[in-house]
């Protein structure tokens, strides 16, 4: 397994981007515990909490998926996507305002990871 740890570290450092976009929010808006009724803290706790949300699930999926041995290619597919649906999800739901596209984009893509892991894990131990 060599492949899941690139694409895990690189998502870590967009993790510690966004934590770091969160502390400075909170810390210039005066925002201690919770949101304080202000939308732009609402909107980047949101943008941190939906990346904690969903990809370690999908980075354990790949590494399922790349534990096989199989499919080298489909991981860093799998992999390069996550990344990218990740990206595009935070660009879009941090603009003011939001842009849908990017966000609808990175959705979509982060659920597509998910379900293509899922399937390709299900349908291999089916065939096994």
């Known amino acids: 397994m060599t492949i899941v740890p690139i694409y895990a570290a690189l ?7 966004l934590s770091v976009r969160t502390i400075r929010t909170r810390h210039s808006r005066g925002v201690a515990l919770g949101h304080g009724d202000d939308p732009a803290m609402l909107r980047v706790m949101r943008v941190h909490a939906n990346f904690a949300e969903y990809v370690p699930l999908a ?16 991981v860093h597919l799998l992999g390069a996507t996550l ?5 595009c999800h935070a660009f879009g739901m941090s603009r003011t ?3 849908f596209r990017y966000r609808v984009l990175g959705m979509g893509l982060t659920f597509s990871v998910i379900l293509v892991s899922a399937a390709y894990i299900l349908i291999t131990a089916l065939i096994s």
Do not use: M
Request: glycine share 4%.
């Open 11 to 17: 998502l870590a450092l967009l993790f510690a981007l």
């Open 59 to 74: 980075l354990l999926l790949i590494y399922f998926v790349e534990a096989s041995g199989h499919t080298p290619w489909l």
């Open 83 to 87: 990344l990218f649906a990740r990206l």
């Open 97 to 99: 305002p939001e842009n």
